[in-house]
């Protein structure tokens, strides 16, 4: 195919025609969940109807459904009516129950094109794409090893390890584009798997800024809902909202919290998110920091900005080298100041005003926290910097419209 343009294209085109596009999404997860890559597809399904294109989402049995929106399930699997995130032997089951659904949904809505999520998804969507002539694009939010390995599931040293990646790769060349949620995640492509740059598309995360709003709240709802968790007033609240787990940080965020204990007493962790919640309180338990640290558990996504706004400064501890990081996204609509460990990908977000730590580093880590404490007024400058910047390049709607203009590039030279 020829090169996927850049541009947003012309407003004649079909983005902007009033035809709007059929547009079948397959997403091999429990959506929608509150975290993460749901996050992704939900702003772009958003963003797309807003354009006028139509969404049907083929997803697993378990989820929450979201008013409005197309939401197609598999059949419920008799020996597991649950499913856990991340990787599971189950999800062979889960997958092949995906397949067949979104084939039946394929055949009674004939979409013009497929947007699928992750590595299964776009191995599902290709063959789908193949049997009805129609274009697919793959929504790459990291590596599936990568993520495996992250997860424990899988050892890179073992016989398993090149099968999978050789697997990968060619799911990936199956792809005609690629969306990628970081510009490192495009050069991983490249790098490691071999696919020609003009197939790769950078599309990072973006945020919904009316929605991740910080005026939106007044004084007195965030006074009650501080008071409801009940965080004292003289601290400072630094925030985490994501999934819990030692590839997110979870536990240096623990670690963190226990030195800045020893230091001050003037600081507050609000940690928001599954799963694990038992294993990591057991943990702060252990570190004698249960009274500086408060776990929330699952918070919904319209939840999300009101107990966000809470924060003074937010946190991302994540050392995953190869997936988005998203969430720091919703942290800079709110306004506020981020430590992050170092990573290309939170450069990428975060810019000039990110304060980052060496990634592992738990003392540089809580340094940086305690720096920003300090220094309120320099808390507000990076705070109102990282907004505008948010404002300026990650905005949903621009993203939209080149989702469509890529769609429209694979449907004419398709025709």
Known sequence: MTEVSSAIGSQQDIASSGQGLKVLMIAPTSFFSDYGGHIRILEETLALRHLGHRVTIVTYQQGRDLDGIDIRRTAKLPYRTDYEVGSSRHKIAFDALLAWKALRVAQQIRPDVIHAHMHEGALIGAVIARLFNIPLVFDYQGSLTAEMIDHDF??????????LHSIEKKICHASPVILTSSSRAKRLLMREFRMPQKRIVPLPDCVD?????????SDQERANLRAHLNIPSERVIVTYLGLLADYQGTDHLIQTAQILKAQRKDVHFLIMG??????????????????????????????????????????????????????????????QPIVAYDS??????LGEWGIYAPSGDVEAFAA????LIDQPEWRSEIGRNLHQRAEQQFSWSAAALRIVSVYEQLIHAND
């Open 154 to 163: 899988l050892d890179p040293q073992g016989s398993i390890y090149p099968i």
């Open 209 to 217: 800024l009316s929605r991740f709003d910080p005026q939106r709240f």
């Open 274 to 335: 599954y799963p694990n919640v038992d294993k990591y309180q057991t943990i702060a338990n252990t570190f004698g920091v249960s009274d500086r640290v408060t776990f929330t558990g699952k918070i919904p996504y319209d939840s999300a900005p009101l107990y966000l706004s809470l924060g003074d400064i937010s946190v991302s501890a994540k050392m995953s080298a190869t997936e988005g990081s998203g969430k720091v996204l919703n942290y800079m609509a709110m306004g």
């Open 344 to 349: 290309q990908v939170h450069r990428e977000y």
């Open 368 to 371: 940086a926290i305690g720096n």
